[in-house]
């Protein structure tokens, strides 16, 4: 008779779990399951449930100055932005049970969505340290963007997920109708010009609105990726989301990629923008970002312990 699976953390440890009824794909069946697999592990937990934003960050600074040895977030990108950017230089670890619409955070750390997965990076009692950001004073941990993926994003609100490369492509031909391309500066470091693009995003992970625009970021490695195109059309979006989506598209003359520490835009006063699953507007004509080097830390079972 095969033995039930059981996580054995290497300490007894403490975790704070925050939940967003909200988010999409919210489960209190897999809500109770992490409660109870910290305590099979020989765990313990806190549970917290709060009904919006405001209480989230008024419970967390709560929970931060307990220390305990991790929170664990039962929601989508925006609460998992939230928890982040109150541990930020903090040595309590991040969980992640995904339940949003797109789970981008998640996917770009530990591949697509599973309950298992999620518990087993959790119990392990391990970590690992990724990058931040902030632009003009809006933390984000996954990506940013303006312009078409703004008006992507809003599109996919008022409808299911595509679920297949020519319906990524008919959505993203709307979307590229929907943007009306102005005159921006840019600077990537010490390298600047002038565009007018029709798409403007900066990742520090892999997916941005359900699409693994940058396949190859890497986590912690102190630099974004800077994504745009340099405004000839929207045949060129739609393409590009086609391939891109089927993990194909060479980022060249027509979209391209730049990696940096630092980068600021000008011209941007009164835009929206797209920062981990929820929309900003920018108050200022200029948007600075600025990467912040392993400053958060995830829960991350190293490969080796990997079953």
Known sequence: MQRKKTYKPRF????????????????????????????????????????SAKNVSYSLRRIVSKRPGGIIVCGGDGTV?????????????????????????????????????????????????????????????????????????????NRKTPRFAISWSRLAAQAAAMVEPAPLSIKVDAFAFDFTPQMFNVNLLT??????????SVSDDGKCEVVFDIGEGRAIMSSYVRQMYKRK??????????????????????????????????????LKIETNPQKIRIF????????
């Open 12 to 51: 007894k440890a403490v975790y704070n779990i925050i939940t967003n009824p909200a988010a999409e794909k919210y489960s209190k069946k897999d809500v109770d399951r992490i409660c109870k697999a910290i305590v099979d592990a020989g765990g313990r937990y806190f549970l917290t449930e709060p009904d």
């Open 81 to 157: 932005n939230l928890v982040a950017r109150h541990i930020i230089r903090r040595t309590i670890a991040l969980g992640i049970i995904p339940m949003g619409r797109f789970n981008n955070i998640y996917r770009s750390l530990y591949g697509e969505p599973n309950f298992e997965q999620a518990a087993s990076h959790i119990l392990s009692g391990k970590s690992k340290k990724i990058d931040s950001g902030t632009a003009s004073g809006n933390f984000f941990l996954g990506s940013l963007g303006f312009g078409f993926t703004r008006q992507l994003f809003g599109l996919l609100q």
């Open 207 to 216: 997916y941005s609105t359900g699409l693994p625009i940058v396949p190859s």
């Open 249 to 286: 598209y060479l980022y060249s003359d027509d979209i391209r990629m730049y990696r940096g520490e630092r980068v600021s835009v000008t011209g941007v006063q009164g835009k929206e923008i797209y920062i981990d699953g929820e929309l900003v507007k920018l108050k200022d004509p200029e």
């Open 300 to 307: 991350y079972k190293p490969a080796e312990q990997k079953q």
